[in-house]
């Protein structure tokens, strides 16, 4: 029904830069919020930041480093980091949320995920 599809990450020095991408796919009539979240190995999985027609939001650990963005038109959310760290390893899942979809319905839709690998 919903496809959540991520891009741009990769391996990347400490002090480095990327830019994460999701889009949307499918009948969507709207997605009330989009957030990023991240998972390192043995780790939970936590949010790194979110996004609603109002406001952002970040985790503590990112804040000030990172920015996420939003393309309504699209269906897309970025996530631009900068002065990236080694803590920042780990997979990075996007989220769709309260997404109206074919037949009326509301559902939250979450993406594979896309690798951030920060090592020198």
């Keep these: 029904q919903v496809q959540l599809v991520e891009s741009g990450g ?9 830019r ?14 989009m957030g990023w979240y991240r998972q390192a190995p043995g780790k939970e999985r936590e949010l790194v930041a979110r996004v609603t027609s109002d406001y952002t939001s970040y985790a503590g650990s990112v804040k000030g480093r990172f920015t996420i963005s939003r393309d309504n038109a699209t269906n897309t959310v970025y ?31 979450w993406g594979r995920g896309t690798q951030v690998t920060v090592s020198s």
Excluded at 10 to 18: A, F, K
Excluded at 24 to 31: E, H, L, M, Q, V
Excluded at 90 to 106: H, I, Q, T, W
Aim: with cysteine.
């Design 20 to 33: 994460l991408s999701c889009a949307a796919s499918g009948t969507i009539f709207s997605i009330n919020a």
């Design 10 to 18: 990769g391996l990347v020095q400490p002090g480095g830069s990327l």
């Design 79 to 109: 996530l631009q980091m900068n002065s990236l760290k080694s803590e920042d390893t780990g997979v990075y899942y996007c989220k769709a949320e309260r997404v109206r979809f074919a037949n009326d319905r509301f559902q939250d839709f």
